[in-house]
């Protein structure tokens, strides 16, 4: 952060609105990134990743007003945790802190929270497809506290260990994707491997969801490194400007080093370079000159995505990834921040001639910049894991607690299991054909859309709970004593009808066909996309349905 400390007398109301706006790009960040994880996935498990993004904010923003704020940003905490000063928001105000001299102590208070409310939700895309939720909500209040508050207190907090050696970190690479990397692997060396670990349906199943959540997180960034500035001053907008080409070339480099492989030019390969640029520059926003920034870009993209393509040599299942963008991107930055740190960028928050500005990395001539850097890296990588794993193993052996789905509700989805939702309400929430999973589905249409074959029903597993037959007497009495058996996976489900054909020559934008109305599938019928009935809408008949 900002270490400048000279206290106006009153507050710029331009740095208290960059400041609040900052805020509010950052909170945008989470639903993003719960889109974003949302598209990586399956569909079956797509909701609850959106879900896991706004718990993390709900009850990270409890623990950052109970205590969590004060005991990262206490200002007469010891090296290690800072005190109990600010609980309940006590002494948070008007007045500023020293981190963030040119704005309200209030102002602050909110930044920080969203900070901290994302980097626990960034570890849960290593754990997604086979993690309860309701743990995880306990699991985010305790590791806010013994592992967030910790880790950014060393390196932001007045009086931390990292702070006083020296350490450069602007924006979070190691508070946020150093520690939420470490995290990730931890969470899931103890869930374990997904039960179709590199089973080949294991593929985004929503580009689109990656395209607008990486929209959105691009976006966020810029309030998340340009507004640790605490000001709206130069060095913000520098930030900005580092933090946009780190991006761009990382999207770049990313589908270039694709190409190589499956000479396809890939959306999915753009975003996750760009979020890999964005992780890279984190730490060196505020410290390197735009050229510094095409390095951190490059450099970070490709080590990333190297990463990636050895993903199938983990012994643990980063299921989204998260390790190899997030913790490598922090880790690279982190060492290149050291090296390409330059006092004359850190003087643009300073006034102007102003002595006390501090020294860059290596460029400056100062290399044991990196050595500070490396033992950032090492005791934030060792505390986060040592302690994350531990938690875990603990809250795994107590009753109601368990960490992982069954294997009935794994198959079944997490949405389903855990939330009782699906994200496509067109889709059959039961089946009993389960043998096809939900990616033979998508993967059956027709190029012209006219036929769904054989794989067009869901695999969504049995429920565990045991089966019960119900007769409808009415049914039997009208087949000659036949009777109907319902069991907890032969269950009648609602689903569109939709129509595939192609685009009638009478239809304009004046009168439209509209999606025929749910129907209701039988039992013992598979579930079809028939061809709906063709509607002949007259203008007086849309007229009346729209009133009614």
Not at 182 to 195: D, E, I, T
Not at 221 to 228: K, M, P
Not at 267 to 286: D, E
Not at 415 to 431: I, N, V, W
Request: with cysteine; proline share 5%; net charge negative.
């Amino acid at each position: 952060m900002d270490s400048n400390t000279s206290v106006p007398t009153e507050y710029k109301p331009g740095d208290i609105a960059w400041v609040l706006t900052c805020t509010a790009l950052v909170f945008l960040m989470c639903p993003g990134l719960g889109l974003f994880y949302a598209g990586m996935a399956r569909m079956k498990h797509s909701l609850s990743l959106m879900m896991l993004s706004v718990l993390a904010v709900a009850v990270v923003s409890i623990q950052w007003y109970f205590w969590g704020f004060s005991l990262t940003f206490s200002t007469t905490g010891g090296p290690f945790i800072g005190n109990l000063d600010h609980i309940v928001g006590r002494g948070i105000g008007w007045d500023p802190h020293p981190s963030a001299p040119n704005v309200p102590g209030s102002a602050f208070f909110l930044f920080q929270l969203m900070f901290a409310a994302i980097t626990p939700a960034l570890a849960y895309g290593a754990t997604a497809e086979r993690m309860r939720i309701m743990p995880s909500i306990l699991f985010l209040f305790i590791w806010s506290t013994l592992v967030y508050d910790v880790i950014t207190y060393w390196v932001w907090g007045p009086n931390g260990w990292l702070t006083v050696l020296g350490v450069m970190d602007y924006a979070g690479g190691t508070p946020v994707h150093i520690s939420s990397g470490s995290a990730a692997v931890a969470y899931a060396m103890v869930l374990g491997k997904r039960k179709d670990y590199n089973h080949p349906s294991t593929v985004p199943h929503n580009v689109a969801f990656v395209f607008i959540g990486t929209a959105l997180l691009w976006f966020g960034w810029f309030g998340f490194n340009g507004g640790s500035a605490v000001a709206a001053n130069a060095r913000g907008i520098q930030t900005v400007i580092n933090s946009h080409l780190s991006a761009c070339v990382g999207g770049l480099v990313w589908v270039m080093l694709d190409y190589r492989h499956n000479k396809k030019l890939t959306l999915i390969g753009f975003c996750t370079g760009a979020i890999a640029g964005l992780a890279t520059i984190t730490p060196g926003s505020g410290f390197v000159s735009s050229s510094s920034s095409l390095v951190f870009g490059l450099v970070g993209s490709a080590v990333c995505n190297l990463c990636v393509s050895w993903k199938s040599k983990y012994h643990f299942d980063d299921a989204l990834d998260v390790f190899a963008v997030h913790y490598v991107g922090g880790l690279i930055g982190l060492i290149l921040t050291g090296i390409f740190s330059q006092q004359s960028i850190i003087a643009l928050s300073y006034p102007i001639g102003a002595t006390n500005v501090p020294i860059g990395g290596w460029l400056d001539g100062n290399y044991k910049q990196v050595l500070i850097q490396l033992a950032a890296i090492g005791s934030v990588t060792v505390w986060s894991f040592v302690v994350t794993y531990g938690v875990l193993v603990l809250m795994n052996k107590i009753p109601g607690l368990r960490l992982r789905l069954e294997d009935h509700e794994e198959e079944l989805g997490t949405d389903m299991a855990q939330m009782g939702e699906t994200a496509y309400g067109f889709l059959p929430m039961m089946s009993n054909f389960a043998n096809h999973d939900e990616e033979s589905v998508l993967g059956s249409i027709h190029a012209k859309g006219e036929a769904l074959n054989s794989t067009s029903n869901i695999n969504l597993a049995n429920l565990s709970r045991p089966r019960t037959n119900h007769t409808t007497s009415g049914n039997a009495a009208s087949s000659g004593g036949s009777t109907t058996v319902a069991t907890a996976t032969n269950v009648s489900t609602a689903t569109l009808n939709l129509d595939l054909h192609e685009p009638r020559p009478d239809e304009d934008e004046d009168h439209p066909r509209r999606l025929p109305p749910m129907i209701e599938q039988s039992a013992n019928r598979p579930t079809r996309l028939p061809h709906a009935p063709r509607h002949d809408y007259t203008e007086e008949a849309s007229d009346s349905d729209s009133n009614q």
